[in-house]
């Protein structure tokens, strides 16, 4: 294996992603990018009649200054795969976040057996979030996320994989366990019925507690934000269990727009809410943050492709990732496949660390340039604790 597990930027590549989205915009280019007519009007704020007090009232609190990477971490890096190490993340708040999230899971929302209570531990949520969300005000905070994180995992495991998942009658669970993110509203004589059915099974019972905790800190824009996040990502599973259903190996392009919604995203794009401000809708919405957020997920999901690859060769029944479906869709050999994925991997990554550096050129509002900041902080946790995650993961035999 090579020393290090990160490789440098490629030839051409924007000055150190103008200092990860925060550094002068004459890093970027030699002139910001212009504004569009959208963004422009956003930077103006609103006008009118009683409106003054719609003005942001300053700037947002400065995030907490980055701590320099301390020794190597536990486990390897995938060889040549592009990324950032991280320091190790707080031990206290590790501590604290995985003493909480366990009570919570055990206590209040019944999420797993106690059978399970060994992967729940080798999970490392409380390290995982820690090391995403380093600007995190509180612990408090960090468990909006935490809560989320187990949820999802909770569905993914219960209604699509390892215990007792199956693609038959997929759509039917996700969109009843749905409602706990996204409330019914229906007749008086009806709604006693849906609420008892929020409590019938684990990953109802951690959506509508995990929402719940959610939304004493979020606004109602970042609440809605994470609702059509999470539809999404059950559409992605939907398409994946259609394929599954069928037999069916998708071409590649097709595997990536799958992964484009069954991926990360819900996690990173509510940094703000974990972090403690808010990016106001209007400026989440442009189509240039859009884009970063997209290829923050899909670059973090081939992690996770990657990182799980022999894992899931492991488990019972064939297992979709990315060099599976080169492997099978392009001819080549399992190590060739493998190698193109992080080569993907690396073409995303540089494309998402050059779509960031330019909006934070053209777009140099506070909220904005935290933002940012705070994605590609989840981006480098994520990696951290895939590559650290040694009781769930090891590296294929390939170099």
């Known amino acids: 294996m090579p020393e290090s597990g990160f490789s440098p930027p490629r030839p051409g590549s924007l000055s150190d992603a103008a200092a990860r989205f925060g550094g002068r915009p004459e890093a970027v280019n030699s002139e910001a990018p212009p504004v569009s007519p959208a963004l422009e009007r956003i930077l103006r704020g609103p006008s009118g009649l009683g409106t003054a007090g719609l003005r942001p009232a300053g700037?947002?609190?400065?995030?907490?200054?980055?701590a320099e990477p301390g020794p190597?971490?536990?486990?390897?890096?995938?060889?040549?795969?592009?990324?950032?190490?991280?320091?190790?993340?707080?031990?206290?708040?590790?501590?604290?976040v995985s003493r909480r999230i366990k009570a919570w899971a055990v206590d209040e929302v019944r999420a797993f057996p106690p059978e399970w209570e060994d992967q729940f531990d080798g999970f490392s949520v409380g390290r995982y979030m820690v090391a995403c969300h380093p600007d995190a005000p509180s612990v408090d905070h960090l468990m909006i996320a935490t809560r989320l994180m187990v949820a999802e995992n909770a569905v993914d495991d219960c209604y699509c994989e390892d215990h007792g998942g199956s693609p038959v009658g997929l759509g039917s669970r996700l969109l009843l366990a749905h409602t706990a993110l996204d409330p019914l509203y229906t007749t008086a004589e009806y709604e006693p019925a849906w609420r008892e059915s929020l409590g019938s099974d684990a990953p109802r019972r951690a959506y509508r507690s995990a929402m719940d905790y959610f939304l004493r800190e979020a606004s109602a824009s970042q609440a809605d934000r994470y609702r059509h996040d999470m539809s999404r990502l059950h559409l992605g599973y939907l398409a994946e269990a259609a394929w599954a259903q069928e037999g069916h190996?998708?071409?590649?392009?097709e595997y990536l727009a799958m992964r484009q919604f069954n991926n990360f995203r819900p996690c990173p794009t509510i940094t703000d809410t974990v972090g403690g401000y808010e990016l106001p809708a209007d400026l989440h919405a442009q189509s240039a943050m859009q884009r970063v957020i997209a290829l923050a997920g899909n670059a973090t999901t081939l992690v996770n492709d990657l990182y799980s690859y022999t894992k899931e060769l492991?488990?019972?029944?064939?297992?979709?990732?990315?060099?599976?479906v080169i492997e099978e869709r392009e001819g080549v050999s399992d190590r060739e496949a493998y190698l193109k994925t992080v080569e993907v991997h690396?073409?995303?990554?540089?494309?998402?660390?050059?779509?960031?550096?330019?909006?934070?050129?053209?777009?140099?509002?506070?909220?904005?340039q935290r933002f940012l900041r705070g994605v590609a902080a989840w981006v480098d946790g994520n990696h951290y604790w895939h590559q650290t995650n040694t009781y769930r993961y090891s590296l294929p035999d390939f170099w």
């Open 346 to 368: 690396n073409d995303l990554m540089h494309d998402f660390e050059a779509a960031a550096a330019e909006l934070a050129a053209a777009c140099p509002v506070p909220h904005v």
């Open 249 to 253: 190996t998708p071409e590649v392009w």
């Open 72 to 96: 190597p971490a536990v486990g390897d890096a995938v060889p040549g795969l592009y990324h950032h190490p991280v320091p190790e993340p707080d031990p206290v708040r590790v501590a604290e």
């Open 59 to 66: 700037p947002p609190p400065a995030p907490a200054p980055r």
């Open 314 to 324: 492991k488990s019972p029944g064939k297992h979709l990732n990315l060099p599976v």
